[in-house]
């Protein structure tokens, strides 16, 4: 965040987090209400695509999830190598540590579902919490009593920049059909949206203002990176200062165990779309009315003529918690079994094993790579087809 106000300047930048933070918290709002009023069928965000547009919703839907779903993980995986040749420095090679990653993100990718690991996402929230106050503490620490902070030269490119980099910072669209399908009260998701999604960005906003008024324009990359001297961190940085060992230490722990426990979480909707498709899990089971015998197929426009965006209208009105409850129950049994868990394990290592090769092949183009994501699968699964997707149901 403090780079986006070194590139664009506090007025652009301060415009365009609050811009986006507004655009993305609608876009997921109204995700999760069109959800709320799909069929039971409707469990994924290609579901979604396919119920507003059918099958080339699908596909579209399809390929912008599947894009951040896996160059997202890259982007965590040359990041947290990065931070590891921080740590150890002189011990082993860019390569060593990016398979060293995928080694310790494997216990959390094999957790089969997000309601399962909430408590180790509540774990990351932290971690990313006390890395960016350490990191903040270190520049605030090591630039006081130094002259006014350079302002920067502003241009088109770098305001276009800071905005593909917020849009990275608020991709959290793709997991929510996910987490709205385990939520027990799956109601409540849109204040839930609106309360953490807001939170998060008046964190944003406070750790790049502080960021911003401790270095200016000079903190042109990531955070903790402009903090140290990536390349001999024993030596002075791009800041004119060698910081704290301990400090540094403190932050990139902290800071890797949030990206090995975010990597988990944005790859639970490929691996959920793999295992229907490879291994024909969670495949949807019709819902049979007891009295009449018949399917419960309808679209909530047929049963009730009403925006589906009014939070009232959901797609079974009498369904309550213990019929939630009983989906996931039925979604989580698939993960049972001694050949089950042998099939999902297998098919997640596997899509491991090709992040780590896709890694390699990324890893010299990482900043590239991030605004990429960010600027093009991220700003259309995070904002456009949510936004199409409500218009489609009118």
């Avoid at 939520?183 to 849109?190: I, L």
């Avoid at 426009?301 to 009105?317: I, K, L, Q």
Wanted: charged share 10%.
């Amino acid at each position: 965040m403090p780079s986006n106000y070194a590139r664009a300047g506090p007025i652009y930048a301060t415009v365009a987090l609050l811009l986006m933070a507004f655009v993305n918290i609608y876009a997921t709002i109204a995700l999760s209400k069109v959800i709320n009023a799909a069929p039971p069928s409707v469990k994924t965000f290609t579901d979604v695509g396919a119920w507003v547009f059918g099958i080339t919703g699908r596909y579209a839907v399809m390929m912008s999830q599947l894009l951040v779903c896996l160059l997202l993980p890259c982007a965590f995986l040359v990041l947290g190598s990065m931070l590891l040749d921080v740590l150890f420095p002189d011990s082993f090679s860019q390569i060593f540590w990016m398979v060293f990653m995928a080694v310790t993100v494997i216990p959390v990718c094999l957790i089969p579902t997000l309601k399962e690991a909430s408590s180790v996402a509540l774990m990351g929230c932290l971690s990313t919490i006390i890395a960016d106050v350490v990191g903040v503490s270190i520049l605030e620490w090591e630039m006081r009593g130094h002259p006014s902070i350079p302002k920067p030269d502003v241009s088109l490119h770098q305001v276009v920049t800071a905005f593909g980099n917020l849009a990275l910072a608020y991709g959290a669209a793709v997991v929510i059909p996910d987490l709205q399908r385990q939520h027990s009260q799956p109601e409540r998701m849109p204040r839930i949206i609106m309360v953490s999604m807001g939170i998060g960005t008046v964190f944003f906003l406070a750790i790049a203002i502080a960021g911003y008024a401790a270095g200016g324009c000079q903190l042109s990359g990531n955070l903790l990176f402009s903090a140290v001297n990536t390349s001999d961190p024993y030596a002075t940085s791009a800041l004119g200062f060698i910081p704290s060992r301990g400090a540094v230490i403190m932050a990139y722990m902290f800071m890797h165990v949030h990206i090995v426990i975010a990597f988990s979480t944005i790859t639970m909707p490929a691996f959920f779309m793999a295992e229907r498709f490879l291994l024909g899990m969670h495949k949807y089971q019709p819902v049979v009315d007891p009295e009449q015998g018949v399917e419960m197929r309808e679209k909530l426009s047929s049963v009730a003529g009403a925006s589906p965006v009014t939070p009232e209208c959901r797609y079974n009105a009498a369904s309550g918690t213990p019929q939630v409850v009983a989906k996931y129950e039925d979604e989580f049994s698939e993960y049972r079994g001694k050949l089950n868990m042998l099939r999902y394990i297998l098919l997640r290592l596997c899509i491991l094993a090709l992040l780590v090769v896709a890694s390699v092949f990324l890893r010299d183009n990482f900043l590239d790579l991030v605004d990429f994501t960010g600027a093009s699968a991220v700003t259309a699964g995070s904002l456009v087809y949510q936004c199409m997707s409500v218009s489609g149901l009118w």
